[in-house]
């Protein structure tokens, strides 16, 4: 056979084999980053062992014994909302700032809060639940609601005294990080993202999940996921998964609060942050312009990445990407809990002033 033939059939066979091979792994691997439904909307509650390290994580030895306040922070009159706070080693001297991923809050994402605590007891460790979310109030903002957040930690890290902090941000919650250490440097003495979120799938998939699917794409009217049909009050509103959940672990003054916005605010707020979130597909990563995150004044970063290439929503190229771009930024890969604290913790403690007596 001439050689140029068998160039023929060698390429024919790749492109008959390759689509094969990746349909039959398409049909035997869940998408588990946007198939499983949790009412925290932090996609990949199953087969996801770094999200495991995460949510409803399994207590550490010793982490029973840790000792944790409960604080609510009123940021009036900055900004017109109280947040939900755990302080875990209340009395130690180095602050840590945990924000949750996805729509996650301290229920869900505390004991991982607790664990990392657990293992090093100098460390002030603090976690949150950002507005609109777990136990703090709802407020419905004129910005993206990742700015919103940012602003709000700003305020929060000025009443609770802790700057410059490290910054722990897992996927929306490194977002809001973001912003914070793009308008307020000296906040922030370390930023820690665990993992980045980026690409035109993660913008499409995440615009639509958390701001989007409540918008009709014609008149912007709110629409029920559940039954297709327009909400026209909060009331309508509460009856949505996300909203229920928050409304049922919530106070009855917190309840009222929700049921007195008005649902034209809130229509527009996620209309603002859906395509906010939208715009930034192409660029590294979601939500914040690639020149922005070159221009960070951050003394380090540290970028985990589990290490898994099917996460659509964290790919590993947008992760490498940042690292170009974000100056005095590192990688490591950390799908467990101990190669994560073999991470953080010398990064922490290299890089985190103590807090001032």
Same mark, same amino acid.
Request: no cysteine.
């Given at each position: 056979m001439p050689i140029h033939s068998r160039f023929v059939v060698f390429i024919t066979t790749?492109?008959?084999?390759?689509?094969?091979?990746?349909?039959?792994?398409?049909?035997?691997?869940?998408?588990?980053q946007n198939d499983v439904m949790d009412v925290t909307l932090f996609r990949g509650a199953g087969n996801n062992t770094w999200f495991e390290v995460y949510?409803?994580?399994?207590?550490?030895?010793?982490?029973?014994?840790?000792e944790m306040q409960t604080r609510d922070i009123d940021l009036r009159p900055e900004r017109d909302v109280t947040l939900h706070v755990e302080i875990y080693n209340p009395n130690a001297t180095m602050p840590l700032i945990i924000?949750?991923?996805?729509?996650?809050? @301290?229920? %869900?994402?505390?004991?991982? *809060? &607790?664990n990392v605590a657990a293992a090093a007891p100098e460390l002030k460790v603090i976690i949150y639940d950002r507005r609109n979310l777990g136990q703090?109030?709802?407020?419905?903002?004129n910005e993206p609601q990742m700015i919103e957040e940012g602003e709000?930690?700003?305020?929060?890290?000025?009443?609770?005294d802790v700057a410059p902090v490290t910054l722990y941000g897992m996927s929306s919650g490194g977002r809001s990080n973001m912003i914070l250490?793009?308008?307020?440097?000296?906040?922030?003495?370390?930023?820690?993202?665990?993992?980045? @979120?980026? %690409?035109?799938?993660?913008? *499409? &998939?995440?615009?639509?999940?958390?701001f989007f699917k409540y918008l009709?794409?014609?008149?912007?009217?709110?629409?029920?996921?559940?039954?297709?049909?327009?909400?026209t009050s909060m009331e309508m509103l509460s009856e949505t998964p996300l909203w229920n959940a928050y409304l049922e672990r919530n106070t009855p003054e917190k309840q009222q609060r929700f049921y007195n916005a008005d649902i034209d605010v809130f229509r527009a707020a996620m209309k603002t942050s859906g395509t906010h979130i939208r715009s930034t597909g192409e660029q590294t990563a979601l939500g914040i312009d690639d020149r922005d995150l070159a221009a960070l004044e951050i003394p380090a970063t540290l970028i985990l990445h589990h290490g898994s290439y099917i996460d659509y929503l964290h790919p590993i190229t947008n992760s490498r990407a940042a690292l170009t771009l974000i100056p005095n930024s590192t990688m490591q890969f950390a799908p467990y809990l101990p190669e994560i604290l073999d991470a953080l913790l010398p990064f922490v403690k290299a890089h985190t002033p103590m807090i001032k007596e």
């Amino acid at each position: 056979m001439p050689i140029h033939s068998r160039f023929v059939v060698f390429i024919t066979t790749l492109s008959i084999t390759l689509p094969t091979l990746f349909a039959a792994e398409q049909n035997t691997a869940a998408d588990v980053q946007n198939d499983v439904m949790d009412v925290t909307l932090f996609r990949g509650a199953g087969n996801n062992t770094w999200f495991e390290v995460y949510f409803n994580a399994v207590p550490t030895a010793g982490a029973e014994n840790v000792e944790m306040q409960t604080r609510d922070i009123d940021l009036r009159p900055e900004r017109d909302v109280t947040l939900h706070v755990e302080i875990y080693n209340p009395n130690a001297t180095m602050p840590l700032i945990i924000t949750p991923g996805g729509n996650g809050d @301290t229920s %869900g994402f505390g004991s991982f *809060a &607790r664990n990392v605590a657990a293992a090093a007891p100098e460390l002030k460790v603090i976690i949150y639940d950002r507005r609109n979310l777990g136990q703090s109030e709802v407020s419905f903002g004129n910005e993206p609601q990742m700015i919103e957040e940012g602003e709000d930690l700003h305020v929060l890290i000025n009443r609770l005294d802790v700057a410059p902090v490290t910054l722990y941000g897992m996927s929306s919650g490194g977002r809001s990080n973001m912003i914070l250490a793009s308008r307020y440097p000296k906040d922030v003495a370390s930023l820690i993202l665990a993992p980045l @979120t980026g %690409g035109p799938l993660a913008a *499409a &998939r995440l615009s639509e999940e958390y701001f989007f699917k409540y918008l009709n794409s014609e008149n912007l009217t709110t629409m029920d996921p559940i039954s297709d049909s327009p909400i026209t009050s909060m009331e309508m509103l509460s009856e949505t998964p996300l909203w229920n959940a928050y409304l049922e672990r919530n106070t009855p003054e917190k309840q009222q609060r929700f049921y007195n916005a008005d649902i034209d605010v809130f229509r527009a707020a996620m209309k603002t942050s859906g395509t906010h979130i939208r715009s930034t597909g192409e660029q590294t990563a979601l939500g914040i312009d690639d020149r922005d995150l070159a221009a960070l004044e951050i003394p380090a970063t540290l970028i985990l990445h589990h290490g898994s290439y099917i996460d659509y929503l964290h790919p590993i190229t947008n992760s490498r990407a940042a690292l170009t771009l974000i100056p005095n930024s590192t990688m490591q890969f950390a799908p467990y809990l101990p190669e994560i604290l073999d991470a953080l913790l010398p990064f922490v403690k290299a890089h985190t002033p103590m807090i001032k007596e």
